[in-house]
């Protein structure tokens, strides 16, 4: 059985290897990679058999540098602290890479949703809150959606926060449209990958249209950038979910299989090939989109994997071996803290509306995130070029020159 990953040494070695590109100081590379504050809570709950059951939740601030802390909060039975930390650094990567006014953190609860009732969920996220809101702030920390975590949750959330600290929608992104959420925020980290994806195919002399689409995970992230690829003439010829995956040579209905999933909560059922999880990823395809867990393609995987591209929708879905791996095969890889940073960045404007007490149109908001996530792939691709990297150390590069920069303009050492 292959060893555990972790994933917050995998982001350091990747941090480093941006930083050994830039000659950063040494007491730089500390400052910027011990995460300001960490938080772990027990969180006790009565389950509706009557027996009480203690969940372990955590919360890692890693940066506020440039704003305040960003970042989701998942639940889900893997999460631990090295899990959080890795996902809080790069946070603080992909708002600076994007260049919108946040740092980064992520959190989490050691849990399984699915085994849980609506009840038991609440409970749980109400008695998180309550143990764990002093960290949070609408200028200090705003916690946001991730695996297994939705609009209602996010309710919930603001209104635990809100009963203690006077009514604060926006302490939390991601919420229902009616208690202040944004317009385009369900879609948004879809539709940043699929116009990530769209510009680097370009790029790398790939026709979006017509290109043969392999995708891994087929929830929130994954279906709808299934259907933005779908609309710009892309084929999806395979999907998977935790249910198993499925194959159609000619391409899925996207529209379908997205409705289908969603009264279905699963693609397990929908017309297909039905084919192993694990040859999903080594199918034959232009573009292979990894969209649910991490650590999918690994040491033992990579050489298998007959994608021209790897699209990272998922955070960290390539090992740091297996990102090595690709590179030596010429396997272009689009780095997550670029590609699926089209949901941080609608938060930002959800968060800004929410400030402003002010609702911008739908119309707005798909704009400027066109704008931003077009700039910063344009940045990306520049960098690379300047200094002769591949595309993920081009995206750290940006994004720690912005950090430490603001480090050092702030000084306080």
């Not at 790069?90 to 992520?106: D, R």
């Not at 317009?183 to 043969?212: L, P, W």
Request: aromatic residues 8%; contains cysteine.
């Amino acid at each position: 059985m292959p060893e555990k990953i972790n994933n917050y040494e995998n982001t350091n070695r990747l941090f480093d290897k941006a930083a050994d590109a830039l000659d950063l100081d040494e007491e730089m590379r500390i400052l910027l990679k011990t995460p300001f504050r960490e938080v772990r809570v027990e969180v006790p709950i009565r389950m509706d058999d009557g027996h009480m059951e203690i969940f372990i939740g955590y919360r890692v601030q890693h940066s506020g540098a440039r704003g305040p802390m960003k970042g989701g909060l998942r639940y889900h039975p893997e999460v631990d602290f090295d899990e959080v930390r890795s996902l809080a650094s790069l946070m603080t990567w992909k708002t600076a890479l994007v260049n919108v006014p946040f740092g980064g953190a992520k959190g989490g609860i050691s849990c399984d949703p699915h085994q849980m009732s609506m009840r038991e969920q609440e409970s749980l996220t109400r008695k998180f809150i309550s143990r764990i809101g002093f960290c949070f702030g609408l200028h200090r920390d705003i916690p946001a959606p991730d695996v297994n975590t939705n609009a209602q949750i996010m309710a919930w959330i603001m209104d635990q926060y809100s009963a203690r600290y006077g009514y604060t929608p926006g302490i939390v992104t991601g919420k229902p449209i009616e208690l202040g959420g944004s317009q385009g925020r369900e879609a948004a980290t879809g539709r940043g990958v699929s116009i990530v994806t769209q510009a680097a195919a370009r790029d790398f002399d790939i026709d979006i249209k017509g290109a043969r689409i392999a995708l891994q995970g087929f929830g929130n992230v994954g279906s709808y950038t299934a259907l933005f690829l779908q609309e710009m003439g892309a084929k999806i010829i395979a999907v998977g979910d935790a249910s198993g995956s499925i194959f159609n040579g000619d391409g899925f209905d996207v529209p379908a299989l997205f409705d289908y999933s969603r009264q279905h909560r699963t693609i397990d059922g929908f017309d297909g090939e039905p084919i192993a999880s694990e040859a999903l990823i080594e199918l034959e395809c232009d573009i292979l989109i990894p969209a649910a867990l991490g650590n999918v393609i690994t040491q033992e995987n990579a050489e298998q994997v007959k994608a021209r591209m790897v699209v990272e929708a998922a955070n960290s879905p390539v090992t740091t071996i297996g990102d090595a791996i690709l590179n030596e095969r010429g396997i272009t890889v689009v780095p997550d803290i670029l590609a699926n940073a089209g949901g941080v960045t609608v938060s930002y404007f959800e968060w800004a509306q929410n400030i402003q007490e002010f609702a911008w149109e739908e119309e707005r908001i798909n704009t400027d995130l066109h704008r931003i996530m077009t700039r910063a792939y344009d940045e990306v691709r520049k960098t690379m070029k300047a200094r002769d990297v591949n595309m993920r150390t081009a995206a750290f590069i940006i994004a720690i020159q912005r950090v430490a920069a603001a480090e050092r303009i702030r000084g306080g050492l």
